[in-house]
């Protein structure tokens, strides 16, 4: 039974399939699948939608790259974030979603971090991807 589970759970990851024209580097299918699995853990605080609404946090489209703290229309930065000049690149999203309250002491960010490396690598290819991809699709659940 559990070697049942187990090769269920490859197939379902291997079936979620994103295809991102634009895109830095190619995941494959399954890294991508598990960083969908990841990001459902950001959803309730954020978006990842061209021009997506920001919510508790704000909207993470386009995130690579951009400097942190200076999302239009996201009025909820700590002055620890907008004073950092950080540049989101994937070694410094890496080390803030490891640990954020670590990685910048004063932030608003009340999520404790991913400790896993691959979790880690996984959200961010996904993160990636969807930064590129004109139709990102996760707006937010509906309630």
């Known amino acids: 039974m559990k070697g049942f589970v187990t090769a269920s759970l490859a197939v379902f ?6 295809s991102s024209p ?3 580097q190619d995941y494959d299918r399954a890294t ?3 960083g ?3 990001y459902m853990r950001c959803i309730s605080c954020h978006t990842i939608t061209k021009n997506g609404r920001n919510l508790v946090g ?3 489209w ?10 239009d229309g996201f009025k909820g930065y700590s002055e620890a974030l907008k004073t950092s000049e950080i540049v989101w690149s994937r070694e410094t999203l890496e ?3 490891k640990d954020p309250a670590v990685f910048l002491p004063g932030t608003n960010m009340i999520y404790k971090g991913l400790p896993k490396e691959k979790d880690r ?3 961010l290819a996904y993160l990636e991807t969807e930064s590129a991809n004109e139709n990102a699709e996760h707006e937010s659940f509906r309630y």
Do not use: H, Q
């Open 58 to 60: 704000p909207n993470l």
């Open 32 to 34: 991508l699948g598990a």
């Open 121 to 123: 690598a996984a959200l």
């Open 13 to 18: 990851v291997s079936c979620l399939v994103f």
């Open 95 to 97: 080390e803030y979603i």
């Open 36 to 38: 969908k699995i990841m």
């Open 62 to 71: 386009g995130v690579v790259g951009a400097i942190a703290g200076t999302r």
């Open 22 to 24: 634009g895109t830095t």
